[in-house]
């Protein structure tokens, strides 16, 4: 059992971390330590006791609580916030009880009760031992007679060793330009980033990675986590004036609110963190599996490659047109046909037809089936686009229900790419796309559905909400959950895709219904290279879609192009109508050649040995799990001459076997090819890919 409980309180082990927290002498549940596993629970450290300073920070504010309420003579950012009907606007959480569950994921209940309001909040650990991660998050129930209204509820504080100088790794970027990696030291104060935008957004990412300054892609210290939430969230890493730092992570208070009537309970999403001596690849690697073993629907079958038809036809989709790409994804081997945008009643641009889910009747005159069996007789699956949460103005939806949307009485509605937000947060909305999303599913045979969604939120307003209207931000994630989760439970062989205008929704929340995530709308693969770095460090390559398309044809080779794509799940968005026989014959040899390396890709364990963020040369390597095979791509941009290119040290081999490495005469050792690396002669816009076999 992973959980252990002392005189000194309660232990958390993992594979190779401990994390433990007690009640200190105040009766405050106080964090005693995360990191390396100790040999013995007795080991860890006991709750610090520590003293005030003056008359202007009580012993609280020096106390590195698990879960801190705002109470007491204490600034540091509380995880909890609420106001009582009687107007009191503190919170003063003691413990009450533990219950430890033996489930097959251990957990752990901590519960919190006010001292002076029947109100308790719950903290849930649960260990997920063979991955190195806690997770937790919080449950807030009112047991009184009276309304309590939550103004923060964050899931999780992550406390880091006392005293140290840390520095915050976090992604940020915008649409077409998302995942940059970015690292900064952490200063007194608070640094926090965030999404207002009701998506987890392009803009920064629910996730970030610590560590001392020194650490890199193959050792060190990193202390990582995410929010599994895909609205509003917020990370805030605060360091305070003894030198204490924690990292707050929950959904995001900036206009939240939530009604918590008599007899309810308020769940927060969880929150997943780890601790790794193996630097931010190892961080990486055990968010990988994790990822792949327990949140993904299907997270162990392959992905099939797929054509997608948005690059090549845009919106000016039909049955002919369709059907020609449709015959010529056939010859080079594509395995999923999916028509993109443009399909739907009175679709021809993106000013109209959001909304009405059922085929354009002027561009398929006959409905989907006859494309659909011709994909089928060439031996594809069929996948389609839908846009479900929005709506244009010019639409049937609209005019029949034009209350259904966010937005603010008397206010003007702004639209984005012409479209209004379908208020999910209403049982009436949810119940309206189950159907027509259901019916369309029902009717036809489709195993691929890419989910997108193109704007961000303006005037949040839900005129009819039944309760504090502020609670739109959580309840419409909690109606996308369930609006997603009915289908996929009604449709349990649909493999879904994340899609929010490329990868403005990629986060652990959605992955429990999406196998995949498309990146980025940016698909030129220089650009793509730095993009697929920064997605690499929370998810693993099968649910990193990446097509080949016509983006940067000009300048690169295709041959480039897809090695690139190859590093994810495989697919191709070119026009193949205007690429000719030559260049889709050559597409045919590298989708071949993807069919015998992507279980590597997709189920391998991901080693990042040179940044394309940092370096013109850069290198990725998969090594499957028995560790007897594995692939190298390297890629070169632009590098002014004279050049030579640094050895490449593979990783993640067996040191005592041997490997043979395509292209290179003679069998080594692993040892070798990890220590005194490999050569591989790139000019500028080149690649290569190798396999590695132990012989
Ligand atoms: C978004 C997606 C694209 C494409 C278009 C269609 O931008 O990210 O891949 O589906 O919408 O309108």
């Known amino acids: 059992m992973p959980i252990h409980t002392t005189d000194r309180g309660w232990v958390l082990e993992t594979r190779t971390t401990g994390y433990a927290f007690g009640l200190n002498q105040a009766g405050l549940l106080t964090h005693r330590y995360w990191g390396a596993r100790l040999p013995d629970p007795a080991d860890y450290p006991a709750a610090p006791n520590p003293a005030g300073w003056a008359s202007f920070n009580n012993p609280a504010q020096l106390t590195a609580e698990e879960y801190p309420g705002y109470d007491d003579i204490k600034f540091i950012d509380p995880c909890l916030k609420v106001s009582f009907a009687d107007g009191v606007r503190d919170v003063v959480l003691r413990f009450e009880s533990a219950e430890l569950r033996e489930l097959d994921i251990p957990e752990l209940l901590i519960n919190l009760r006010d001292t002076m309001y029947p109100f308790r909040v719950t903290l849930h650990y649960r260990v997920h031992e063979a991955y190195d991660l806690i997770e937790r998050w919080v449950t807030a129930t009112n047991h009184g007679e009276t309304p309590i209204t939550l103004e923060r509820i964050w899931s999780a504080q992550w406390h880091l060793p006392l005293g140290g100088e840390y520095r915050m790794t976090h992604l940020h970027g915008r649409w077409l330009d998302e995942m940059h990696l970015r690292s900064e030291p952490l200063a007194p104060g608070r640094k926090v980033i965030e999404s207002r935008r009701l998506t987890s957004s392009h803009h920064h990412n629910p996730w970030f990675a610590a560590d001392r300054g020194n650490a890199d892609e193959n050792a060190g210290d990193v202390w990582f986590g995410v929010l599994a939430w895909s609205g509003n969230w917020q990370i805030c890493a605060e360091v305070t004036d003894f030198a204490s730092t924690r990292i707050s992570i929950g959904l995001n208070d900036w206009d939240f609110a939530w009604r918590l009537a008599p007899g309810e309970a308020f769940a927060t999403p969880p929150s997943y963190a780890g601790y790794t001596a193996g630097g931010f690849g190892g961080a990486s690697r055990r968010l990988h599996d994790f990822i792949r073993d327990t949140l993904l629907p299907h997270g162990h079958t392959l992905h099939k490659v797929l054509y997608n038809s948005w690059e090549a036809t845009l919106f000016d989709v039909d049955e002919p047109s ?92 702004t639209t984005g790419r012409n479209q209004l937000i379908l208020n999910f947060a209403r049982a009436d909305v949810q119940d309206h796309i189950i159907d027509r999303i259901d019916r369309l599913l029902a009717q036809q045979n489709i195993a691929f559905i890419k989910w997108d969604m193109n704007r961000n939120v303006s005037e949040p307003g839900w005129p009819s909400a039944p309760g504090d209207p502020r609670e739109i931000w959580v309840r419409y994630v909690q109606g996308l959950y369930r609006v997603w989760g009915t289908l996929y439970e009604r449709h349990p062989h649909v493999i879904w895709q994340s899609c929010s205008g490329g990868g403005g929704r990629a986060d652990l929340g959605i992955l429990h219904l999406a196998d995949q995530i498309w990146v980025s709308d940016n698909t030129e693969p220089t650009a793509r290279l730095a993009i697929q770095e920064g997605f690499s460090q929370i998810f693993p390559a099968n649910t990193m879609e990446a097509w080949v398309t016509d983006m940067g044809a000009a300048e690169i080779p295709l041959e480039f192009r897809f090695h690139v794509s190859m590093c994810g799940s495989l697919g191709v968005g070119g026009h193949l109508v205007r690429w000719g026989a030559a260049r889709r014959e050559e597409a045919a040899r590298w989708i071949a050649l993807y069919k015998e390396i992507r279980h590597v890709v997709q189920f391998g364990d991901l080693y990042r040995l040179r940044s394309p963020q940092a370096q013109p040369f850069s290198a990725v390597q998969y090594v499957s799990k028995d560790h007897s095979e594995a692939v190298l791509f390297a890629f070169r941009t632009h590098l002014p001459p004279p050049a030579q290119l640094p050895p490449l040290y593979l990783r993640g081999l067996d040191p005592n076997d041997h490997y043979e490495v395509e292209g290179v005469a003679g069998a080594r050792s692993g040892s070798a090819w990890m220590h005194a690396g490999l050569h591989v002669e790139l000019l500028d816009f080149q690649s290569t890919v190798r396999r590695i076999k132990r012989v």
């Open 322 to 413: 369709q059907i020609a790409l449709v015959e010529l994804a056939a010859e080079m081997g594509v395995e999923l046909f999916v028509m993109d945008d443009g399909w739907f009643h009175g679709r021809d641009n993106d000013t109209a037809g959001l909304g009405d889910w059922w085929p354009d009747e002027r561009k398929f005159p006959n409905g989907l089936a006859p494309l659909i069996e011709r994909v089928n007789a060439l031996g594809m699956e069929f996948g389609l686009w839908i846009e479900p949460e929005m709506v244009n103005p010019n639409s049937d939806l609209y005019r029949a229900h034009p209350d259904w949307v966010i937005h603010f009485p008397g206010r003007p509605r």
